[in-house]
């Protein structure tokens, strides 16, 4: 992924998440956040600028598959990594994630009862099953931030377009886009200090 275009998504990711009114941050549920930086990984083509999300239905039935592919890879990394930060990180992500598409799941019965919940999903993600150790850090890292700026974006569209039809997922939404944009910092922040990794200025990821 070229770095103009990442540099775009990081700052319309982080710049705006106080515009719906709701809180900026959550605490991070993994551990303390580290100095921030960036990096480049390639990205999917799903709820891209230009294809922005049109309803909560798009929502929920998106985010699934996203959040599916973020469980998937952080198994990977729970199997192969040596670094305990990481494997408490990989079993926050599982957790956390499948509950929340079971969640969604819930959603979709109750208020879109019958209707194909189907969808289009462009993997984000490289398959790093092939990896270990080091070079399986670095590249969930590389690609789980621009993974996260995704799911952050999809969130805030959904509260700053007012495109709910129902309350219950706007504090769902705003608690994907507040932890994982702590976690966003967390990975940046590992990836620069394990790695030497920072196409960014530290600025950037600040609002």
């Known amino acids: 992924m070229n770095s103009p275009l990442l540099a775009t998504i990081l700052v319309g990711t982080l710049g705006l998440a106080a515009c719906d009114g709701g809180p900026s941050m959550a605490p991070n549920p993994v551990g303390p956040s ?7 990984a390639r990205i999917g083509t799903m709820s891209m600028p230009g294809m ?18 973020a469980i998937a890879t952080a198994t ?7 670094r305990p930060e990481m494997r408490r990180f990989a079993n926050s992500i599982i957790e956390t994630q499948t509950a929340e598409v079971q969640q969604m799941k819930r959603f979709l019965a ?21 990896l270990r150790t080091d070079a399986l850090d670095r590249a969930f890292l590389e690609d789980m931030i621009p993974h ?16 709910a039809d129902h309350d219950e997922i706007i504090p769902f939404a705003r608690n994907i886009r507040d932890v994982q944009q702590a976690e966003i910092r967390m990975m940046a922040g590992w990836l620069t200090a394990w790695f030497g990794v920072a196409p960014f200025s530290h600025g950037m990821m600040q609002h």
């Open 148 to 163: 996260h700026m995704m799911a952050v974006m999809m969130s805030q569209r959904l509260l700053v377009a007012r495109l």
């Open 34 to 40: 580290p100095m921030p930086a960036t990096a480049g």
């Open 76 to 82: 990977v990394l729970q199997q192969g990594t040596q």
């Open 52 to 69: 922005p999300l049109q309803d909560e239905f798009d929502y929920l039935t998106e985010m699934i598959p996203h959040h599916e592919e």
């Open 110 to 130: 109750a208020w879109y009862p019958g209707r194909d919940t189907y969808a289009d999903y462009a993997p984000m993600m490289r398959d790093l099953t092939g």
